[in-house]
């Protein structure tokens, strides 16, 4: 197991509010890994800590293997960073912008020049690189925001809520992008989202709550813990189904025509469905989701 971030026993406070409560976590390298927590939970500020963008009081942080609060230069050289709201310029073209991205980092001319054509190729934007970024549509705007934080070949990309108000194709096309990076390029890639199908795309996901880990795991071992599997049926004779469902000792809900019970197992509707036969229409299972796992795990939605 390769840690490229690894984070031991950090604390952060705000005066007399504990925003991060000795949190110990770690990331693999070359993965894609998911940071959630509603708002207030501490997410934002963990991330700034590792970013080198805020101190803290107590824990270790190594980055790629530098020490944060010793090797701080370096390890911003290993990160790129996509904001939720955008940095760039909107008078400037996309090239502009990443020239001025690349001239922070000293390279030379020729070294800049392949650095934005790199990057440029890599968010599939080359054809874009004289349009001013004001012109540009949300998705196009998003690709260029990753284009910049690519630009010095960063070994981790923090990516911040990338897809938040693109419309549901963009947000595919944008993905698409995106897995490119850590499946084909090795780029490391910690991501915050409040869309919960994309947080399943993770190979590890970490929640954080009240400044606490509260769960930990794939995204297939969180829903098999928080949430569960449910029995969608559609009665012919609803006084029969309620009764079959009351002797099994079933706990059910009722959602217009619908009667709706949770199950253990997916396997579990089978013989359900065996006693329910002649008292129903229709029935369909349907299996937890990252939306039931982070509201088990926190009693929350994702954007309360």
């Known amino acids: 197991m390769d840690k490229i971030i690894e984070v031991k026993g950090l604390v952060k406070n705000y ?3 504990q925003a991060v409560k000795g949190i110990d976590f770690y990331v693999e390298k070359g993965k894609l890994f998911a940071f959630l927590g509603p708002n207030g939970a501490g997410k934002s500020t963990t991330i700034n800590v590792i970013c080198t963008l805020l101190k803290f009081e107590e824990g270790e942080v190594t980055v790629n293997g530098f020490k944060l609060g010793v090797d701080d230069v370096k390890i911003r ?3 790129g960073i996509v904001f ?3 940095v760039l310029d909107s008078l400037l073209t996309v090239e502009e912008n990443l020239r001025t991205r690349g001239s922070f980092y000293g390279m030379s001319e020729s070294e800049l020049v392949e650095a934005i054509d790199r990057a440029l190729i890599a ?3 080359a054809d874009l690189r004289t349009r001013r970024y ?3 549509s949300g998705g ?6 990753i284009a910049r934080a690519l630009i010095h070949k960063p070994k981790i990309l923090f990516l911040d809520e990338p897809t938040t108000g693109l419309d549901p194709q963009t947000r595919k096309s944008v993905w698409k992008m995106i897995e490119n990076l850590y499946q084909n390029q090795g780029v490391t890639v910690f991501l915050t989202t409040h869309y919960m199908e994309e947080a399943a795309k993770a190979d590890y996901v970490i929640v954080i709550d009240n400044g606490s880990i509260v769960a930990k795991g794939t995204p297939i071992e969180l829903k098999e813990k928080y949430s569960s599997d449910t029995l969608q049926v559609k009665p012919i004779d609803k006084e029969k189904v309620v009764k079959i ?3 099994e000792k079933l706990e059910y809900t009722e959602i217009s025509d619908l009667i709706v019970v949770n199950l253990n197992a997916t396997i579990d509707a089978m013989p359900l469905l065996k006693l ?5 229409s229709a029935f369909q299972v349907l299996n937890g989701t990252m939306d039931d796992a982070f509201i088990g795990i926190t009693g929350k939605e994702m954007r309360e």
């Open 140 to 145: 196009q705007r998003r690709r260029t925001d």
């Open 123 to 125: 968010t599939d934007i």
């Open 245 to 247: 469902l009351k002797s």
């Open 77 to 79: 050289e290993q990160i």
């Open 84 to 86: 939720q709201d955008s």
């Open 276 to 280: 329910l036969d002649g008292a129903i």
């Open 15 to 17: 005066n007399e509010i």
């Open 134 to 136: 004001g012109q540009l």
